[in-house]
């Protein structure tokens, strides 16, 4: 549970960060006016390097075990010597760099894409060390790296925009240029995660008996639902804001960062787990993953399928009927919190229809 807070907040930083230096490079007629404070983003960049040590630290308290030179010995040699304390080594030099940027510098474009600069390079060195670099090597790092550009990038301006825009005005042309940003952007880190979700998984639906699978089946599930307040919030919050200039998209954007931050947090989850390239291999060693034994009965030995039955169907049908009461709540500017109530029971009755549908592969 620890990994998921740290490694979703360490999400949060990278979001903000990236978000805010595109922001700044763009004119004041093509966004809302931000107001963000310097100490805010420093505090940030700082935040990065602290979650990032945590997995070092406990790296370096099981080699001291194994060792007689002391604790500080152990650390050093994980910083020198393993890829882990390497990465964690480059991205606080890449941190100390953007800080004294952020702080010491004029506010220019410059400065900006220098910012920009040195956060892509953090996200791709932390990429360096996760499962695709573990696993496919360089390609599954630039997968990755992609990945995660597209997300912080469209995450973070949202995440801005939502929480420290200041006032109302140039909504329109805001929106007309963030809905394109934002389809290119899912565009991208859904063809990688696709690739990526091929690549560290042997079977989609036999992964599910597994905590990674289960937690991979609730982050597109989960990302699922953000795709429908992202319509909401693209397209038809574009019409709302051509017919009504005063009309401002600010309470229906959090309401979809909290969506992004769940994603965050399954994701923070994931980086954690053995990823189900060997199935069998791996439930030979742990106990199939609680969720699954909750809801379903389906013998882990075999190999699983999707197999739709009346249940299934009907608990799908619950979910397009949630998904329907969200879209209407919207329009009729009901609570973004009924709308957020509607879109998690969404959630659970497409995740409840699923593990109805898993069978034998006969």
Same mark, same amino acid.
């Given at each position: ?23 700044? /490079? ?38 001291? #075990? ?27 030099? &890449? ?7 952020? &702080?010491?510098?004029? $506010? ?84 990688? #995660? ?19 699978? $289960? ?20 397209? &038809? ?35 954690? $787990?053995?990823?189900? $390239? ?25 190999? /699983? ?44 009755? &497409? ?12």
């Amino acid at each position: 549970m620890i990994y998921a807070l740290t490694n979703g907040g360490l999400y949060v930083c990278f979001s903000i960060l990236l978000g805010t230096n595109i922001l700044a /490079l763009l004119s004041p007629a093509h966004k809302v006016e931000i107001a963000i404070r310097r100490h805010i983003l420093t505090l940030l960049a700082v935040l990065i390097p602290v979650i990032t040590i945590i997995p070092v630290l406990e790296l370096t308290m099981t080699l001291d #075990g194994y060792r007689d030179t002391g604790i500080l010995s152990s650390f050093i040699h994980v910083l020198t010597e393993l890829d882990s304390g390497r990465v964690w080594g480059i991205l606080l030099l &890449l941190v100390l760099f953007y800080i004294g940027i952020n &702080l010491f510098s004029t $506010q220019s474009k410059g400065t900006y894409l220098v910012g920009i600069f040195l956060i892509v390079s953090m996200i791709f060195v932390h990429c360096t060390s996760g499962h695709g670099a573990n696993i496919e090597g360089y390609k599954g790092t630039l997968y990755h790296t992609f990945h995660m550009l597209a997300v912080c990038a469209w995450a973070g301006i949202l995440l801005v925009v939502s929480w420290f825009s200041s006032n109302d005005e140039n909504w329109r042309p805001f929106v007309h240029w963030f809905t394109r940003f934002a389809v290119v952007s899912v565009l991208i880190l859904t063809i990688t #995660g696709i690739i990526m979700s091929f690549l560290f998984t042997e079977s989609i639906v036999s992964s599910w008996t597994l905590p990674y699978g $289960q937690a991979l089946l609730i982050k597109h599930l989960l990302f699922f639902a953000m795709l429908t307040f992202a319509f909401m919030n693209g397209f &038809l919050i574009k019409k709302k804001v051509e017919n009504t200039p005063s009309f401002s998209p600010r309470k229906w954007w959090r309401a979809e960062s909290f969506l992004i931050l769940s994603i965050f947090s399954v994701t923070g989850f994931m980086t954690e $787990q053995e990823t189900p $390239q060997n199935i069998a291999q791996s439930l030979s060693r742990q106990e199939p993953s609680l969720l699954f034994q909750t809801f379903t009965s389906v013998d882990v030995s075999h190999e /699983l399928m999707l197999s739709p039955n009346l249940m299934s169907a009907l608990f799908a049908f619950f979910s397009l009927v949630f998904i329907a009461m969200t879209i209407y709540s919207f329009i009729k500017r009901e609570s973004t919190m009924a709308a957020l109530f509607m879109v998690a029971m969404a959630v659970f009755s &497409l995740y409840v229809s699923l593990m109805n549908s898993v069978a034998h592969i006969v």
